[in-house]
């Protein structure tokens, strides 16, 4: 069974210069995963004709499927459509069922149909356009000999739903593959190292087509075992002895975050949360709105970050000085404890602390309350401001799961 | 004069099958520009010997700088040193500096030093070994002929840390280079494609030697004029010409967000800033937060997610049904009244809105008020929760800047 590769080529000056992140690989390589084709390389390139066109003919060397995105938008430095016919000494056409969505999409903002709207419609004549209910440029599938070269736009949920709709499908008819199978293990509380060292006879005892990779993060340690072409049970089986091994620092036996993890916890129970965020400034509030449903469990938080506010809004009484950041337990506790109650909530979070002092020993004060009881925890973040409230927010985190969860 | 290439080469399977997103390499080109050095390609490649080889030989081909990252941590899937040892047909050697600098590393926090850990002290021996004082894996860097290679850690503080402190003075006195200059304008308000059909003439009339580059996002499009080895005065007569034609819709002539340009006002002013987020659930403060300087000008946020929060912490009277999502104007006026007082500030704003109906018609209302006036807008955001509150809060944002700017 030969294995099936691809390679993904994504098109733009703003990768290459840092003004933009690509997130659109990550999410591509995560629909391939589970229909079994493995992304070999991904290699971004400038708007740049010669360096477009060498990377393609690279990447058709060893790759069957090539994925490109970028360029097919309707300014001037999108350049991709070109290059195509080039690549296929072809010309463009005009699609006529593009060209009557366009039209009927701007007509249907009132907005003026331009010029270069109206170019969207054109593609290469040998290819199969892909009808983009999202945007105005259509995706474009090429396939030939044994290959499937298919060009996107850039925009995210615009590649995203053509990939959805279009490129799956599609890929699953055209190639029979093994498929890659995934566990993930969340760890909180352990360096990688000190992981590592718990695992060296189990790295070991482990057969050729199951690996295992360490993911650190600010705060939490994923390790994931990834098998190829091999059954559901022999994997479970060595996951079952990894989550043996590091029980005592495991948050969850899934690929999801922490937040995810909480929200789990407290919509099975039936409980709600409130928080109080000082130093993290409504960074933890933003994890849990982010989830579907958030509505359910998370009644809200109260992002006090000036010391008026934390008087003002939750009646804190034993700021010390408040001319001064109010970094102590107590203010964490009183923090916790009101928020509770001000958003009538089961469980109350606390958080204040010091991102950025001069000598990186930055204390931090969690405080977690329920109607009975309130319990605190305090530890040092030693990186800069964005990366202590990631690693803040994360241990915070991990303390009230354990809270909750009765862990304490 | 000769271009100086640069291709970047990522190392690792979590990015290749979506677990991580590469921002290594954005921050790493945002750090070649301005000395004059071009990224020309990115590769991302597995944790594959043969793999990482193939690429580093084949971007040696053109590029003269090449930068890997990943693969030097403690663990069994971290191969770059057995690779580079291969390509350079060498071998791993004791680095003494590097050993006594782990051993301390180790007694200071009183952690066992692991066999692993001090296998980090072994480096290839036609190598410079470049200190990590925020990490235990050295940097290494070898210059055979007039190429630079280097391997960096793949977390991102650390590889930062060795670009900031070691490798960018090395890069300046190795090349000596004509430089990339960028001038950035931020708008809001319009789309790509009527920004573009504004611009055709300016387009046209831009010599070889500069480039126009949009760059769109949620609720805002970037435009960037790039010149290569060209004089301060002429690219800014370009770029004054872009700021003439896009003034109604320019948010700031500069490559910063929203929530700095809104910073940079109110400070000026010696202003403050409340907040009450409901839809948006944190994510604007954290925005502010996460500004250095924040508590200069930001009181902070009442993120009033649940209905029962707005009535309890705010005192919202207008609520339509408490049992149903409170989208509408004069509770968004309410909640920017209400958090302008109790936050003490001299600015309040209001949002509220919903997220993911499921005609994707979501309404959102937001206020903003001093001590005088109220002024509200409304709008509907199309897509998922994610970029919907990502929208929503840019829209804000510039509604915000408008009214605290004057310009409403």
Known sequence: LKNINCSIITIGDEL???????????????????????????????????????????????????????????????????????????????????????????????????????NQALVPANCEPLFNAVGTAPGLLF???????VALPGVPFEMQYLISKHIIHKLKDKYQTPSFMH??????????????????????????????????KLGIVKLRL???????????????????????????????????AIAEILMAKNNTLALAESCTGGYIASLFTAIKGASNFFNGSAVTY????????????????????????????????????????????????????????NEI?????DKNICKTKTFTVPYDRQKNTVLASNTALNFLRKFIANEL
């Open 16 to 118: 290459l210069i840092g003004q933009t992140i690509d997130t659109n690989s990550a999410w591509i390589a995560q629909q391939l995963n589970p229909i079994g084709i493995k992304v070999r390389r991904r290699v971004a390139v400038g708007d740049d004709k010669e360096d477009v066109l060498e990377a393609l003919r690279q990447e058709l060397v060893q790759s069957d499927i090539i994925i490109l995105t970028g360029g097919l938008g309707p300014t001037n430095d999108d350049i991709t459509k070109d290059i195509l016919c080039t690549y296929f000494n072809t010309e463009l056409v005009m699609d006529q069922k593009t060209l009557d969505y366009v039209t009927a999409y701007f007509e249907k903002r009132n907005r003026p149909m331009l010029a270069v709207n109206k």
């Open 143 to 149: 396939e030939p000999d044994n290959k499937f070269i």
């Open 183 to 216: 566990r993930t293990l969340v760890t909180s509380g352990e360096g990688e190292s000190f992981i590592a060292n718990k695992l060296i006879d189990f790295e070991a005892s482990l057969p050729e087509n199951i690996k295992l990779a360490y993911l650190p």
């Open 226 to 260: 990834t098998g190829n072409d091999i059954s559901d049970d022999l994997l479970n089986s060595y996951f079952n002895e990894l989550k043996r091994r590091l029980k005592s620092i495991t948050v969850i036996d899934k690929d999801m975050e922490l937040e995810a």
């Open 306 to 361: 000036a010391n008026e506010s934390k008087v003002n809004l939750l009646g804190v009484t034993t700021i010390p000085n408040m001319e001064e950041t109010a970094v102590c337990e107590s203010v964490a506790m009183e923090m916790a404890i009101a928020t509770r109650e001000k958003f009538k909530a089961d469980y109350g979070l606390g958080i204040v602390g010091y991102l950025e002092q001069k000598d990186h020993q």
């Open 365 to 369: 004060w969690v405080a977690v309350a």
